[in-house]
């Protein structure tokens, strides 16, 4: 287990990320160019090494509810790691994590296109927007029930 002075050593590497000092030792990390309402990115380091990384925009840790994963056991190399990630999920728009771009035709060759845009999804016929819809399924209900299928 690395120490609460490795720990805070490898987080300052991290030069995005601004120190902020709370209760009883514990500091916390802030990334103030998150596209999300979530800033803190390390969450109170606590001197005895515990303490918690935001990882409630990526699906490859493990979290609590909160979306945070303990750190009190990881390696240098996998706080690196897991800082990195959180970095950068947190500087992607949800359409730049996960693009969508569908071709949907009719039985008359007619093409619609699906697109993933900020956050929700849209339906463009050329240039003319058709639909926007909050999610995948609704808009592909749409399309489905308007005649089209995915190629």
């Known amino acids: 287990m690395l120490s609460f002075e490795e720990k805070l050593s490898i987080i300052e590497e991290f030069?995005?990320?601004e120190k902020k000092e709370?209760?009883?030792?514990?500091?916390n990390f802030h990334y103030e160019e998150s596209l999300y309402d979530k800033k803190v990115v390390v969450y109170r380091l606590h001197?005895?090494?515990s303490g918690f990384v935001y990882a409630g925009q990526m699906e490859d840790?493990?979290?609590?509810s909160k979306g945070m994963v303990n750190i009190k056991d990881f390696d240098a190399d996998e706080l690196r790691l897991l800082i990195r990630d959180a970095i950068d999920s947190l500087s992607l728009s949800p359409a730049e994590k996960d693009p969508v771009m569908e071709?949907?035709?009719n039985d008359y060759d007619q093409a619609l296109v699906l697109m993933r845009e900020?956050?929700?999804y849209n339906v463009y016929a050329d240039e003319q927007?058709?639909?926007t819809f909050n999610s995948y399924e609704e808009?592909?209900?749409f399309l489905q029930q308007e005649g089209f299928s995915r190629l």
Not at 22 to 27: A, D, E, H, P, Y
Not at 61 to 64: E, I, K, V
């Open 15 to 17: 030069e995005e990320l």
């Open 22 to 27: 709370v209760s009883l030792g514990r500091v």
């Open 47 to 49: 001197p005895n090494g």
């Open 61 to 64: 840790y493990p979290t609590d």
């Open 103 to 105: 071709e949907w035709l």
């Open 118 to 120: 900020e956050d929700g």
């Open 129 to 131: 927007l058709e639909g």
């Open 139 to 141: 808009a592909a209900n």
